[in-house]
């Protein structure tokens, strides 16, 4: 099974900040024949289900304000919130849909300082 | 508007069964593959069990493979989750998710729904 690790557990940030979220993968999630990474992060606040922000490692889903970005390739991704808003706390997870088991990090929870 | 309404949680005791639904609306159901996605209490996102726009073809989690079963029914645009021997370990809101053709990733989710394995 693909590990999805997450770092760190716990953000805390100003608003109006930036806050930067860690994804590590226990396997390449780049699939060659077509170029993409097979990585997704979403969002999560309390007694909501997940939102879809993030798809193909770097792609924004859409109404997702473009304040959220993605990055990376291969095993390490990154999720990005420029300007930090009030409503922006959640718990942020990343997903790879590389193959079965599909698996998640085990989440990151932001703050506001 | 794509809709995911999810129904069928309930408490049940160890060893029990428990049929979850989903009901799809605003897309055309038959295209997709749909997945169960589940959440603990306090915990993060366990991914279930998938399976294809025809119903053809499953793949399900090692912790509930022999135990649970995912159907569909394209025609009342319903998806389906047939839980058996249930264990406390099962407890968690169960929700249900929309991928896209040529990615297994989850677009839309509905609200979920709670089993609760207790005796």
């Known amino acids: 099974d693909i590990v999805m690790t997450q770092s760190p557990d716990s953000l805390t940030v100003s608003l109006g900040e930036r806050a930067t979220f860690n994804c590590k993968s226990s396997?390449?999630?780049?699939?060659?024949?077509?170029?993409?990474?097979?990585l997704a992060w979403y969002q999560q606040k309390p007694g909501q289900p997940p939102r879809l922000l993030i798809y193909?490692?770097?792609t924004r889903d859409s109404g997702v304000p473009d304040r959220f970005s993605g990055s990376g390739s291969g095993t390490d991704f990154t999720l990005t919130i420029d300007n930090l808003q009030a409503e922006d706390v959640a718990v942020y997870y990343c997903?790879?849909?590389?193959?079965?088991?599909?698996?998640f990090g085990q989440g990151t929870k932001l703050e506001i300082k | 508007q794509v809709q995911l309404v999810e129904s069928g949680g309930d408490v049940v005791k160890p060893g029990g069964s428990l049929r979850l639904s989903c009901a799809g609306s605003?897309?055309?159901?038959?295209?997709?593959?749909m997945s169960w996605i589940r959440q603990a209490p306090g915990e993060g996102l366990e991914w279930v069990s998938y399976?294809?726009?025809?119903?053809?073809?499953?793949s399900y989690a090692d912790s509930v493979k022999g135990r649970f079963t995912i159907s569909r029914d394209n025609a009342k645009n319903s998806l389906y989750l047939e839980m058996n021997s249930l264990t406390a370990e099962d407890t968690a809101v169960y929700y249900c998710?929309?991928?896209?053709?040529?990615?297994?990733?989850?677009?839309?989710w509905g609200q979920g729904t709670l089993v609760t394995v207790s005796a």
């Open positions: 193909w490692a770097s």
């Open positions: 605003g897309f055309l159901f038959s295209d997709y593959y």
């Open positions: 998710a929309r991928g896209v053709p040529g990615g297994h990733y989850f677009q839309y």
């Open positions: 997903h790879q849909y590389f193959n079965t088991p599909y698996t």
């Open positions: 399976i294809n726009g025809t119903g053809s073809f499953t």
């Open positions: 396997q390449n999630l780049l699939y060659r024949s077509n170029n993409k990474e097979y």
